[in-house]
C-alpha cells in the first residue's frame, strides 16, 4: 500500500480541460472554478510554448499548488479507437525515441518544480503474458519510469485501455523484473470514466483491485458505448454510470490523502462542469475530508 501523510483529499483540477493559452489564463479559469489546486501539462513547459519562469511565477503569485504533472506521447491519434489502440502510448516505434527524450526534458522540469508525480497513457497493453509487443512497451514504461525516478520523481500510468487484471500484470512484472531501476515508482492513474468510454470493465471493481498501486485518481464521468467497437459518451461528473458512492467509498477506505483530479474534456462549458464536480464531491465526501482551496 502506499504511504499517505494524510487522510483529507485534495481537489484539483487538469489543466488541459480547461484549454488555457498560457499561465495567466490558466490562473483565470482556475480561480472560476474555484480551485487552487492543478494537474500540470508539462509538454508546454518543455518545448516552450509557456515560459518556464514566467509560469512558474504566475502559478506562485496566485497562490496555485501543482499537485502533479503529465506528459502526453507524440503521434497519439485520438480520431477512432482503432487509431488510438495503433498510436497510444509507448505502443508506437515511430517516435519512441522522441517520446524517450521528451520524457527526460519532463523528469527535469519536474524536479525543478517539486512534483512529486507525473502521469501518462501507456497505450492499449496486449493481454497475453507472452505477447511480444506487450515486453517491449514494459521495457519502455521501466525506461520512462527510470528517467523520472533518477529526479525523484514518481509516474504514473493512466488506466482504461487495458483491462485492471492486465494492468495489474503489468505492474506486477514492472516491480520484480531484476535489476529495473525506477520500475517500483510506477504506478496508477485511475480514471473511472476511461474504463467505460474504452469498455474495459466496471470502474469500481477495477479501483478495488487496482488500489495498492493507485497514486492519482481522475474524478471524471461517463456512459457506455451504444455499440461494441464505439466510443463511450463523457458527461458530466454524477451524471454517467459511475457508481460513485461505491468508488468514493473505496478512495476514502483505501486511499487516504490521494488528490481527486477533476478532467473534463467534452462540452464548451469546462468551468461550469468542473465547478459542478467539485460540488458533487463536498457532497459525497464533506469538507471536513477534503481541500479545495477554494478562491473568490
Not at 147 to 172: N, P
Amino acid at each position: 500500500m502506499i504511504g499517505y501523510t494524510t487522510t483529507v483529499h485534495r481537489i484539483g483540477v487538469c489543466s488541459w480541460s480547461l484549454r488555457p493559452t498560457g499561465p495567466e489564463d490558466l490562473v483565470r479559469k482556475l480561480c472560476a472554478c474555484g480551485i487552487g489546486t492543478v494537474q500540470l501539462a508539462l509538454d508546454p513547459l518543455r518545448d516552450e510554448r509557456w515560459a518556464l519562469e514566467q509560469t512558474i511565477d504566475v502559478l506562485t503569485g496566485a497562490g496555485i499548488t501543482i499537485a502533479s504533472g503529465m506528459m502526453a506521447m507524440k503521434g497519439e491519434d485520438y480520431s477512432t479507437l482503432d487509431s488510438i489502440r495503433a498510436t497510444g502510448g509507448v505502443r508506437s516505434d515511430v517516435y519512441w525515441s522522441e517520446n524517450l527524450e521528451a520524457a527526460a526534458a519532463n523528469a527535469e522540469i519536474a524536479a525543478g518544480l517539486s512534483i512529486p508525480l507525473v502521469t501518462f497513457h501507456a497505450g492499449f497493453l496486449p493481454h497475453g503474458t507472452g505477447d511480444a509487443l506487450r515486453g517491449v512497451m514494459i521495457e519502455r514504461i521501466r525506461d520512462i519510469g527510470a528517467e523520472f525516478a533518477v529526479k525523484g520523481v514518481r509516474v504514473a500510468l493512466e488506466t482504461g485501455q487495458e483491462s485492471a487484471a492486465t494492468l495489474g500484470e503489468v505492474l506486477s512484472e514492472l516491480h520484480t523484473a531484476p535489476g529495473s531501476t525506477g520500475s517500483a515508482a510506477v504506478g496508477v492513474n485511475f480514471d473511472p470514466a476511461n474504463m467505460i468510454l474504452y469498455g474495459m470493465g466496471d470502474p469500481v471493481a477495477a479501483l478495488d483491485a487496482l488500489a495498492p498501486h493507485v497514486a492519482q485518481v481522475h474524478i471524471k464521468d461517463a456512459r457506455p458505448p451504444a455499440l461494441p467497437g464505439a466510443w463511450g459518451q463523457e458527461v458530466r461528473v454524477g451524471t454517467g454510470a459511475v457508481d460513485w458512492s461505491a468508488f468514493l467509498r473505496i478512495v476514502q477506505d483505501r486511499l487516504p490523502g490521494v488528490g481527486l483530479m477533476i478532467e473534463r474534456e467534452a462540452r464548451e462549458d469546462r468551468v461550469e462542469d468542473i465547478r459542478a464536480g467539485a460540488a458533487f464531491l463536498r457532497a459525497k465526501l464533506g469538507s471536513a475530508a477534503l481541500i479545495s482551496e477554494v478562491r473568490t
